[in-house]
């Protein structure tokens, strides 16, 4: 193709796919690249650019997603007919048209998700959700919406959704729940703020687990709350050390299935041990149970509340990774005497749910669109999982511990002690690949550095080019800086 000059500078400190990226959209902007346009395949575009193919990946994998490229199964890669809005409003082949708005021409910075890279963590497959059914759910539902549903809804959620939510989690989680219990909310971010404006007070402490799930980090700072981080071992969350700490804490937030960031699922030992310290205490388990439909090595593991004979657990989930982060919708299963408290508490944030979402994702649990979709994706998930982890193996394999793979969808790998994972991070970015680093998920001074890798997002083959190139990232002189940072 180059039909327009691409220069790429390997000395101007901007990563080079987001040069490519940039090159590709301000070819876009004037119509130099033009609707319907083919692009070179990948491989023959980084050939012409004299640069490995995973940047250029990456650079069209952004375009895709923000809906400048099209894709289209077996005949290759497009400019968009439909680019995204205001893309013309300042370009010159355009007839004039009012002066375009300074609104018009701000370019916002891409939101976190999008930068879709081979080891992007937490986002799971989203070329592989099934789009038709769904669209054809969701239309056939709008086309139905009764005065009722245009209506205020209930703020537990539509019953036909929490109705199919208890059935789905008594069946693959072992959650002791009804219907009655389960509240419908816009995502775990959202549950963890609804439980702690009902359960907590500004100044109480909740315990974390450390290393922890930042998300719930900032869900406690914003109600308040005194983080108290309690460490995670082998075995899951540090009962021992929660004794020490815990004499006046009013919760514990917990991911037993799978530990965020770690990967470790808490054994049944610690897990009553748990359960008897919050009744002792009388404190609340918030039990996170985010990603576990995806499990690789053994069966999943039945859930906390499960367990609970006391109603200590708040239990709570999130369609994010089984379908997509953009649905927003999350739920909580709740010990029946707090469900009154929780309702009214929801009214005040945001009434309820959407309800055509809710009508339309309850008849897709319902006719078994969830269960399919899982089956499927625990196969696609399993096959870039064992990629990754070969890949490491092949080229990583001297600097990076693999710490527990069993699970989920991100790996997590130590770097030696006194490494610096935002320096790896840093160059990892310089060559299109995007992680997460394990030392920013601690909240006290000692820190482990490591990366956590995806394996959602990116096929098999993308991931073992991308842990070639990661290899090569940490043999560069100096990307593993044998110095603690004493800065953080
Ligand atoms: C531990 C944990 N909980 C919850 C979520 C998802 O949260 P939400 O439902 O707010 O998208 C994530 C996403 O990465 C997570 O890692």
């Known amino acids: 193709m180059t039909t327009f000059p691409l220069p790429v500078d390997r000395t101007s400190g901007s990563p080079i796919h987001r ?36 940047p250029v990946l990456t650079a069209y994998d952004q375009l895709l997603h923000e809906g400048y490229f099209s894709a289209k199964i077996g005949s290759g890669t497009f400019v968009s007919d439909a680019l995204p809005d205001d893309l013309f409003l300042s370009s010159p082949g355009r007839p ?8 018009d021409r701000f370019q916002p910075p891409p939101p976190p998700g999008s930068r879709l890279g081979p ?12 789009h038709a059914e769904w669209a054809g759910l969701v239309a056939r539902h709008a086309r139905g919406l009764t005065l009722a549903q245009l209506s205020y809804g209930d ?33 775990s971010q959202a549950a963890l703020r609804l439980a702690a404006s009902v359960l907590l007070s500004p100044g109480d402490g909740v315990a974390i687990e450390e290393p922890g799930y930042f998300g719930a980090q900032r869900a406690f700072e914003a109600a308040r709350c005194r983080l108290v981080p309690v460490p995670v071992d082998e075995e899951g969350l540090s009962i021992a050390s929660l004794h020490r700490r815990g004499r006046r804490l009013g919760a514990v937030y917990v991911t037993p299935s799978h530990q965020f960031p770690l990967g470790v699922s808490m054994s049944a030992g610690r897990r009553f041990a748990l359960l008897d310290w919050a ?90 669109g969830l269960a399919r979709h899982l089956r499927r994706m ?26 527990d793979a ?23 970015e310089e060559r299109g690949l995007v992680a997460r680093a394990l030392s920013a998920c601690y909240i006290g001074a000692a820190r482990r550095p490591g990366l956590l890798l995806g394996f959602g997002t990116a096929t098999a083959q993308q991931l073992l080019e991308a842990t070639r190139v990661l290899g090569e990232v940490l043999r560069e002189p100096g990307a593993i800086a044998a110095a603690h940072r004493a800065d953080r």
């Not at 319907?36 to 193919?53: H, I, K, N």
């Not at 036909?160 to 816009?186: K, M, N, W």
């Not at 490491?392 to 511990?401: E, I, M």
Request: net charge positive; glycine share 8%; with cysteine.
């Open 19 to 54: 040069q490519i990226y940039e090159g590709l959209r301000q070819a876009i902007l004037p119509g130099r690249l033009r609707p319907g346009q083919r692009l070179p395949s990948t491989r023959c575009f980084s050939r012409e650019l004299g640069v490995s193919r995973l």
């Open 96 to 103: 004039a048209g009012p002066p375009a708005r300074p609104r």
């Open 378 to 403: 625990r196969g696609i998930y399993q096959e870039r999982r064992d990629a990754l982890l070969a890949g490491l193996r092949r080229h990583c394999a001297r600097v990076l511990t693999v710490h």
């Open 406 to 428: 069993d699970a989920g969808l991100h790996v997590t790998a130590f770097l030696a002690d006194g490494a610096d994972d935002g320096i790896v991070l840093r160059r990892m």
């Open 279 to 368: 009744v002792r205490h009388d404190a609340w388990v918030l039990e996170d149970d985010y990603d576990s439909e995806f499990r690789y090595v053994s069966r999943p593991l039945g859930s906390l509340q499960g367990m609970d004979t006391h109603g200590r657990v708040i239990y709570l989930g999130t369609f994010s990774k089984a379908l997509f982060p953009a649905m927003r919708v999350g739920y909580l299963v709740l010990p029946p005497p707090l469900c009154d408290r929780f309702v009214e508490a929801r009214r005040a944030f945001d009434f309820f749910p959407p309800s055509l979402l809710q009508l339309a994702l309850a008849e897709f649990l319902d006719a078994g």
């Open 155 to 187: 703020p537990a959620g539509w019953p036909a959704l929490r109705g199919a939510v208890a059935d789905h989690l008594r069946t693959t989680r072992a959650v002791r729940c009804e219907a009655e219990q389960v509240v419908i909310v816009s995502g």
């Open 119 to 130: 080891f992007q963590v937490g986002i799971p497959a989203l070329d592989r959700f099934p």
